[in-house]
């Protein structure tokens, strides 16, 4: 640094030439930043945090999560003429090829009627698909547009028209952010401007920071702006963030060389001396300091969140900028304001004060300690109750369109029409098949039955609850019933039965007699035509029998319905083949083995074959009569009485075989209504009993999965291609809430409990939806911060340990920031949580951590360096000079960085403003108890151990 001080105080004028020219470079060169910003911005989420979303989208053919919402509602009611204002605006959307691809409204599309339309009538909106990606300046310019037709359509009715979605959230984001970004640079300047005046009180001095600051903010940004040419991600904040940090740590460093080169002038050297030992002297702490945050923020470029990785490298850069500005320009100027006398001390005001302050320290440090202590660890309790939130909504204010959006939607249909959660599945095969079907009820049944999931929406369950018809238990009821009507049926008949079996014994009995009558024909010729005549009389009563027969068999009782009964419950039978819950379940096995005896049964052939004897009967008749007609006479009968022998031998041998086969056919159909019986019984006992969920069991049978019908219904749920399947999950809880993450979790366990030994197994199961995607944003973020907090604790612990050559001092040195950090996010949670009733955002505690625990090792190393150097007396009385010397700097400095953070209370975005707030107020505690009392107590208390191992020895033999 001496060098370096020596080139500047030789030729500040060049020095300064050189950075105003390096300016220039960058302002032609490179756009605003504020420019970049509006056509770079990066997605707010991670990539995989969407993934799902964007698989389901691509799976479905819809735009993967940037859809506009616009809500009409008229408190009133919803009036005819509130529709043909509705039918305008969707017809003006439509007619945007530019910004919007698709509108979906009920009126285009009748089946959304009851989705899109409230429950109390008075409000009804439409889903406005936008054409520019999720978080990009297209999109949010185009939700600019879209809400200003809308607002134009429903001017002059009674209509109110809302635009909100994720789409809205984030075009407002960027909206408040650029107007609050004016606010916040006044409000910064004038406060960083009002305590340097009463640092200093001198307006030269006051003025040499914030030229400084001045030049560094727009050489950052044009750096920054540089970068994004090699894709360094930017946003809004990134912006502001940059112009505090500036602000910041700008001025700190500027007050650390100015205190020093007052120090040195008010011990006689002349202004380019001063300033040359300045720099020797406090510009090690400078760059250790800058090195520590730099070093810090640019390890956020390993983050997995874009919330990260686009702010930490700005701010590195921010640093870096603010480091070169405050060793070169800043000693350039002071040297040409120091030899015209512009910038000489006043008269130290708080010097006697930081010296009582220090010896009552350093003569009673454990009572210090432990009253310091208590206050860190009474507010750092706090932070158990920190209840972070991941809403981007809460950011904004009420009056933000997308808010007011939200809350239309909220009031009128719920919050889960607006921020619908998914239960994904990916599969290689097709799922439109019963079996599939039946699975991913099973699965949407575990799902339901999880605490606080209101409901379950699908394929299986379109209203959220199974579909009654495809009920196992509901179908073995039909099958039942109408077992049990076939059953009585052929309880009725039995009087048909009776006579059909007496039927069939008198058709074998005069068959029989007939067989005798033809065979005692053969001795005499009158004989035989008497016979023969009385054989024809009863020939022709048989053949009455055989037509009545006939008909009895071909329309027997039952046979119709029996056949209907059989065909609906073939595959109701393989349904419970192949159900596990049946298997397991006694009365279920019993209903099954009855179903298999009735198919069985039906499946025999004893009817078909008494139909078919019945049938040859009939014939062999026809023939004899024939023959007796044709006979025409003792003549004709005698060549003809061969054939009536053999004839009446077939017949009677036929008649008594079919006289058999009905008795056996009757007393069967008896013991089949009995069986039906039974088999109604227990099929009805399973509607009765079974129709729990867990019982039910589902089966729909193919022919109905071919169906328009069906076709239709599983387009919202079914892919076209049948490989995906979509859930919708309702949850008592806030989508952004905690308790909705962690129930994500348990909804995807449950779903995949489902997949082993099912249909599903192959599957992919996942979660899509706005509390999926921020679940996995809070997964990253736990893994980030984790990341966050090993390399700036290691970072600063290495930085200390180099300046000090020493390991004691780094170690308590590094426990005192963490403290003081903890001490600032417990003070925020209770201000904002029980105070204001406001979350705080999830990001805020990860950018104080860095910003507290980096500035707070700059004023660590400020204070021990310079106890360090005044110790060759003893430690206490290097502890007094130090704390003398270094606690209006650093006081100063703690002032003016809290000050430029708390120059962001003045936005609008809630992430600014509990940012602002807990690091200003760390600032505060880090300056005034921290460094005042706790290390000071600390060093007196350790003695010499402080500079162990190092310098131990040498610090021992100097006290």
């Known amino acids: 640094m001496t060098v370096l001080g020596r080139l500047v105080v030789r030729a500040p004028w060049l020095v300064i030439g050189a ?40 799976a479905f053919g819809e735009s993967a999560q940037n859809t506009l919402v616009v809500v009409l509602t008229d408190e009133r009611g919803l009036q005819p003429a509130d529709e043909t204002t509705y039918r305008k605006l969707a017809a003006t959307l439509r007619d945007d090829t530019t910004d919007v691809t698709a509108v979906q409204d009920p009126f285009s599309t009748p089946a959304l009627r009851q989705v899109m339309v409230s429950p109390d009538h008075k409000a009804f909106f439409m889903a406005v698909t936008l054409r520019a990606p999720t978080g990009s300046p297209e999109s949010s310019q185009a939700y600019q547009r879209v809400a200003r037709v809308a607002k134009l359509a429903t001017a002059n009715g009674p209509l109110r028209a809302d635009v909100t979605g994720q789409p809205a959230v984030l075009g407002d984001l960027s909206i408040v952010t650029e107007h609050d970004m004016h606010l916040i640079e006044i409000a910064t300047a004038l406060l960083v401007l009002t ?16 030229v400084t600051i001045a030049i560094s903010v727009a050489s950052a940004q044009r750096v920054v702006s540089a970068l994004t040419q090699l894709d360094l991600g930017v946003s809004a904040l990134t912006t502001v963030m940059m112009t505090a940090v500036i602000a910041g740590a700008g001025t700190d460093y500027a007050v650390f060389l100015i205190s020093r080169y007052h120090e040195h002038l008010r011990s006689g050297r002349e202004s380019d001396v001063a300033v040359v030992d300045a720099l020797r002297s406090v510009g090690k702490v400078i760059a250790a300091s800058a090195a520590t945050v730099a070093v810090t923020f640019f390890a956020m470029v390993f983050t997995r969140l874009p919330a990260f990785t686009c702010v930490g490298p700005a701010l590195a850069v921010s640093i870096v900028v603010s480091f070169g500005a405050a060793v070169t320009l800043l000693p350039a100027i002071l040297v040409l304001a120091g030899r015209r006398g512009w910038v000489a001390p006043r008269r130290p005001l708080t010097d006697r004060l ?20 208590s206050i860190l660890i009474s507010l750092a309790g706090c932070v158990t109750l920190l209840h972070p939130t991941f809403d981007d909504r809460s950011q904004l204010p009420a009056s933000a369109e997308s808010n007011r959006g939200f809350s239309a939607m909220d009031r009128h249909f719920g919050a889960s029409t607006l921020l619908p959660q998914y239960i994904y599945l990916h599969s290689p095969r097709d799922l439109r098949t019963p079996q599939s079907l039946a ?33 196992l238990s509901f179908q073995a009821g039909e099958v039942g019933a109408k077992l049990q009507t076939v059953s009585t049926e052929i309880a009725d008949r039995n ?93 279920c096995r019993n209903g099954r083995q009855q179903l ?12 078909d074959q008494a139909v078919s004897v019945v049938r040859r009967l009939q014939a062999a008749l026809d023939r004899l009569r024939t023959l007796l007609t044709e ?61 729990q969920p867990s019982m ?9 999965l071919g169906s328009a019908n069906f076709k239709r219904a599983a387009a919202m749920f079914i892919s076209p291609d049948g490989h995906s399947v979509r859930y919708l999950v309702e949850s008592k809880f806030a989508p952004f809430s905690a308790a909705a993450m962690d129930q994500d979790s348990a909804i995807l366990n449950a779903a995949r409990s489902e997949q082993h030994g099912s249909t599903l197994a192959d599957a992919s199961i996942s979660m899509a939806g706005t509390t999926a995607m921020y679940n996995t944003t809070r997964s990253y973020y736990n893994g980030d911060i984790r990341l966050v907090v090993i390399v700036t604790l290691l970072v600063v612990f290495l930085i200390l340990v180099t300046v000090l050559r020493a390991i004691v001092a780094p170690l308590y040195l590094i426990a005192s920031v963490v403290i003081s950090y903890l001490s600032a996010v417990g003070l925020g949670v209770a201000f904002f949580q029980f105070v204001c009733h406001q979350a705080i955002y999830w990001n805020v505690s990860a950018i104080a951590f860095i910003m507290l625990v980096a500035v707070g090792a700059d004023y660590n190393l400020l204070l021990i360096t310079r106890i360090k150097e005044e110790a060759r007396f003893g430690v206490r009385s290097g502890i007094i000079r130090a704390v003398r010397s270094t606690g209006g700097v650093i006081t100063s400095a703690g002032l003016i960085f809290a000050a430029s953070m708390f120059g962001l209370l003045f936005g609008s975005i809630s992430i600014m403003v509990q940012t602002g707030f807990v690091i200003g107020m760390g600032l505060l505690i880090d300056t005034f108890v921290v460094r005042t009392i706790t290390v000071p107590a600390l060093a007196a208390m350790i003695g010499t151990a402080n500079w162990w191992p190092r310098l131990g020895r040498k610090a021992d033999s100097a006290s």
């Open 19 to 58: 950075w105003l020219t390096a300016l220039a470079v960058l302002i032609v060169a490179f756009p605003p930043l504020s420019q970049v910003v509006e056509s770079r911005t990066v997605q707010p989420l991670p990539p995989r945090a969407m993934a799902a979303a964007e698989q389901m989208a691509k």
């Open 195 to 210: 305590i340097l005046a009463v640092i200093y009180r001198r307006p030269a001095t006051v003025l040499l920071p914030l």
């Open 596 to 607: 298999q005896h009735l198919v069985a049964t039906h499946d025999s052939a004893i009817a």
């Open 354 to 373: 930081w010296r009582r302050s220090a010896v009552q320290i350093v003569r009673r440090p454990k009572v210090h300690l432990l009253v310091s202590l």
């Open 696 to 704: 039910a069991g589902m089966y729909i049978p193919p022919q109905v």
């Open 631 to 691: 006979a025409g006479g003792p003549a004709g009968v005698q060549r003809t009485i061969t054939h009536l022998r053999d004839g009446a031998d077939s017949l009677a041998g036929g008649s008594r075989r079919l006289a058999e086969g009905v008795r056996a056919l009757v007393d069967q159909t008896r013991q089949m209504g009995i069986g039906m019986t039974q088999a109604a019984d227990l099929l009805l006992s399973m509607k009765r009993d079974a129709a």
């Open 439 to 471: 699975d991913l009820e099973q699965m949407a049944q575990r799902v339901a039955a999880l605490p606080d999931v209101a409901a379950v929406r699908g394929i299986t369950r379109p209203a959220g609850s199974p579909l009654t018809a495809a009920e």
């Open 495 to 587: 009087d048909d039965l009776n006579a059909l079996t007496s039927g069939a014994d008198e058709l074998a009995g005069n068959l029989a007699r007939v067989r005798d009558q033809v065979s005692g024909a053969e001795g005499s010729m009158t004989a035989l035509a008497t016979s023969l005549s009385l054989a024809q009389q009863q020939l022709d009563e048989a053949a009455s029998l055989l037509r009545t027969l006939r008909d009895l068999l071909n329309a027997g009782p039952g046979v119709a319905p029996l056949a209907a009964v059989m065909d609906a419950t073939g595959p109701m039978l393989n349904a419970l083949n192949s159900s596990a819950q049946c298997d397991a379940d006694a009365t």
